[in-house]
DNA sequence: AAGAGTATACTGTATATACAACCTTATACA
DNA sequence: TGTATAAGGTTGTATATACAGTATACTCTT
């Protein structure tokens, strides 16, 4: 909600509002280029702008001389869901434990300024913590936070609700981004997860935007032994049969 | 190349053709705004909606007051479809070759038996391949497939078109699994890769469906230092972004 | 009552124009 | 020589206008 953001995406971000919080359903029809072109005293080049690209982004569907609806959100599975790994090992009927590393204001670094996507930028939260199963480490978790999405991310403990549970309760998450690589760990990643020298981990990268802003950009790392990434999934109809 | 496409498709679709025929090979920039206003008798904003697609679909990028430029393709693969590897390596641009290693009918294991799901059970399709970029392996590829689902499937040159693209031309596949973990390769992976002893892969591991029987089960074996797996998608709508 | 024609609303594309912000380079000046 | 300024090219955004194609609703005619 920048007061400066160019027109098209303050009618983009209006849209994407409604659609989020549920008031404009799958179906129902969005206003016209026109009627966009009243109610903001815009243009209607603009007003096209922002629904060509709402609908480029899968949000919408036109039909010329009809109007723009709200799409169906297709089934959707994905090899990684953003869920939480405390439920998850839960869920197995296993004990989660965990400990925070480390939790602090950071500057941003070149790297991190590049993956925020950002143009000028000072601060960031950062938040390392080991996630266990029954006592024994299986995930490193290295976060870097958005200040200006999460103002409120620092004053959390994340011992008992995990950065991950957090986030997904405090902003809605449209985007998301995932790598998967092997690597042979650090040695700081090595002794905080507890494993021998040549064990690999699997690293999975994860950025995940909220209006177009990137929220948080995350490093799992799991040892190879302890952890495998699963999903199993319908590609035709509807029902995601992710576990 | 369509006579009646729109004009800002022509634009794209010649920028396009520039970057994957490889005679615009990133890092290269390509005309700007006012030079293609002038080479195709348009006007600017018909050249600005050309190039801000491109943008969007992640084929260029551009810096005001500088210029527009090739961007530079990633070297990872996406989780979620099922892509050719032949198509993805080409796509970025790169030679694409391969080497069949074994192509040969074998006796289904018990662990095998397993993994097909099947109750009787005889004989397997088996295929061992590595593909390569750039005459570098990328993948090594081992494969078992069900005989009654794709009887043709041992008359095949896979060294003209690989088994995915067979499969997926030949079956129409409603189910996916995939389990990613990272491992150290075995003695005969790391020489089929040709990589050194230290280094740790990447083993996705896929079973796919159709009809309710499993048609092939793979695993495949990257190096973590020549790729990555990626995926990008919006949560709430539409097809997966990846690329 | 049925069909044809018309009016209207909506999207899709294209142009011309304008201004702002940004970057590089050349020029003038101290 | 070093620095400030100006000029020109580049992208980013926004507007006003125009015309074409499509779907729906309405009216008129038969």
Same mark, same amino acid.
């Given at each position: 909600m920048n007061e400066i953001s160019p027109l098209y995406v303050k009618v983009k971000n209006h849209i994407l509002a409604h659609i989020q919080s549920g008031v404009w359903v799958p179906g129902v029809r969005v206003p016209s280029e026109n009627e966009l !072109?009243?109610?903001? +005293?815009?243009s209607r080049m *603009? $007003?096209?702008? =922002?629904?060509?690209?709402?609908? =480029?982004?899968g949000y919408l569907s036109r039909v010329p001389g009809v109007g723009t609806f709200v799409k169906e959100p297709p089934a959707r599975s994905s090899l990684m869901e953003l869920r939480n790994i405390a439920e998850e090992i839960e869920a197995r009927g296993h004990r989660y434990?965990?400990? !925070? %590393?480390?939790?602090a204001e950071t500057v941003a670094s070149a790297a991190l300024v590049e993956e925020f996507e950002w143009k000028t930028v000072s601060r960031l939260y950062h938040v390392q913590m %080991?996630?266990?199963?029954? +006592? !024994? &480490?299986v995930? /490193?978790?290295d976060r870097f936070v958005n200040p200006s999405m999460a103002p409120d991310f620092m004053r959390q403990d994340f011992s008992l609700k995990?950065?991950? $549970?957090? /986030? /997904?309760? $405090?902003?809605? %998450?449209?985007e998301l981004e995932?790598? !998967?690589? =092997? $690597?042979? &760990?650090? =040695?700081?990643?090595?002794?905080?997860? +507890?494993? *021998? /020298? +040549?064990? &690999?981990c699997l690293v999975l990268h994860r950025r995940s935007w909220s209006r177009g802003q990137v929220v948080t950009v995350a490093t799992l790392t799991y040892p190879a032994s302890r952890y495998a990434l699963y999903s199993r999934y319908k590609t035709s109809p509807k029902g995601a049969l992710t576990q």
């Open positions: !072109v009243e109610s903001f +005293g815009i *603009t $007003a096209n702008r =922002a629904l060509r690209e709402l609908t =480029a982004d434990s965990s400990r !925070v %590393v480390s939790q %080991v996630h266990e199963e029954n +006592g !024994v &480490p995930q /490193l978790e995990t950065p991950t $549970a957090y /986030l /997904l309760e $405090a902003i809605p %998450v449209d995932h790598t !998967v690589e =092997a $690597a042979m &760990p650090s =040695a700081s990643q090595k002794d905080l997860l +507890g494993i *021998t /020298l +040549g064990e &690999p």
